[in-house]
């Protein structure tokens, strides 16, 4: 069974500073890749995903992500954090093949805080 | 089009009371997907439809959960007898077809007291 792993439960860092959060994947096949963001209260906001083609995919808000297939790895960066970049993020995969309804299985997620 | 709108955005119900909660997905979207989302987890996947039809249900799914989507569009997801397990966010999605990249709902909060 897929599964995706977060090993970081909380990461804390200053405000501008760079962040790495980190996403593994145990899957069949390459799968779609995503990372999604979610602040308290709320539901979840795409801020990026990864198909095929360049390993190295930017999303929304400056961040970027890039897919190690040898590492079967998909980690999240953002050179400069902002505040407002405070909120729990995590890394999702779905199937890519034909059929397989694209339901997401998510990791368990990464708490950031960021401090002024 | 606003995106994906869920109702209500919290309940608070009484064990063995039971609710329906509604999801009406971005309007061109045919799948819909249910999670469910507990408190320091990730969301897990309850249920999807395409157009009208279920297509998959989890093993989370219990009996008492039943999820419908009579015409294709928004769809209702309703607990019977609930549990205070039962107590979490439940979270609506839709997509298109064969694009993979799902929309999220705000969520309804369910607690059960």
């Known amino acids: 069974a897929q599964s995706v792993t977060q090993p970081d439960i909380h990461i804390t860092v200053s405000e501008g500073a760079s962040l790495e959060l980190r996403c593994n994947y145990s899957y069949g096949a390459t799968p779609y890749l995503f990372w999604y963001v979610q602040s308290p209260g709320q539901g979840l906001q795409l801020l990026l995903k990864y198909f095929s083609g360049d390993t190295l995919v930017q999303g929304i808000k400056g961040f970027e992500a890039e897919f190690k297939r040898s590492q079967s790895s998909f980690n999240l960066r953002k050179p400069s954090v902002h505040w407002s970049d405070a909120a729990e993020y995590f890394c999702?995969?779905?199937?890519?093949?034909?059929?397989?309804?694209?339901?997401?299985?998510f990791g368990t997620g990464t708490q950031l805080k960021v401090e002024l | 089009d606003t995106g994906v709108s869920q109702d209500p955005r919290h309940k608070i119900t009484k064990r063995g009371q039971n609710v329906t909660f509604r999801c009406d997905p971005i309007?061109?979207?045919?799948?819909l997907y249910w999670y469910r989302q507990t408190l320091g987890q990730g969301p897990e996947f309850l249920t999807y439809?395409?157009?009208?039809?279920?297509?998959?249900k989890s093993r989370l799914l219990s009996d008492r959960f039943s999820a419908e989507r009579p015409k294709g569009s928004f769809s209702t997801l309703e607990i019977q007898r609930t549990e205070q397990g039962d107590s979490a966010m439940y979270l609506c999605?839709?997509?298109?077809?064969?694009?993979?990249?799902?929309?999220f709902g705000q969520g309804t909060r369910l607690t059960v007291v």
């Open positions: 439809f395409q157009n009208e039809a279920q297509l998959e």
């Open positions: 309007s061109e979207h045919n799948r």
């Open positions: 999605a839709s997509s298109l077809q064969g694009t993979a990249e799902a929309f």
């Open positions: 999702a995969v779905a199937p890519s093949f034909t059929g397989g309804g694209n339901k997401l299985t």
